[in-house]
């Protein structure tokens, strides 16, 4: 079994940065596909990002596309966010996810994940 725990989230004004991060533990995470997700207040439950186990694909849901990179680093057992051009709309909880899979194509449901995070407040002000 995975435990995944987040950090790095904060209040940033609006074009601002912020880089989460997704510290794994239990199992290495290198044969599972890795993802993040948000949840706005009154929302479901938004895809943001995912990235393949080999580090080869990544995906992006369109909203955060250019603005949002998805990186992980295997050997540290780690999966980050970084956020950049932020808006008051990326306002969210931010949650790690992973897969027991390892594909050459991400899941960007959320129900094809089987470990999540507790999440990560991101706060952005106008």
């Known amino acids: 079994q995975v435990q995944l725990a987040e950090s790095g989230g904060g209040l940033v004004q609006g074009g601002g940065s912020l880089r989460l991060s997704c510290a794994a533990s239990?199992?290495?995470?290198?044969?599972?596909?890795m993802g993040w997700f948000r949840q706005a207040p009154g929302k479901e439950r938004e895809f943001v990002a995912a990235i393949n186990c080999l580090r080869t694909i990544t995906f992006y849901g369109d909203s955060v596309k250019g603005r949002f990179t998805i990186s992980r680093d295997n050997t540290k057992n780690m999966l980050y966010l970084q956020m950049d051009s932020l808006q008051p709309e990326d306002t969210a909880v931010y949650s790690c996810a992973a897969r027991n899979s390892c594909s050459w194509s991400p899941s960007r449901g959320k129900d094809n994940y089987n470990y999540w995070g507790q999440g990560t407040q991101v706060t952005v002000s106008s």
């Open positions: 239990g199992r290495t995470i290198s044969s599972y596909d």
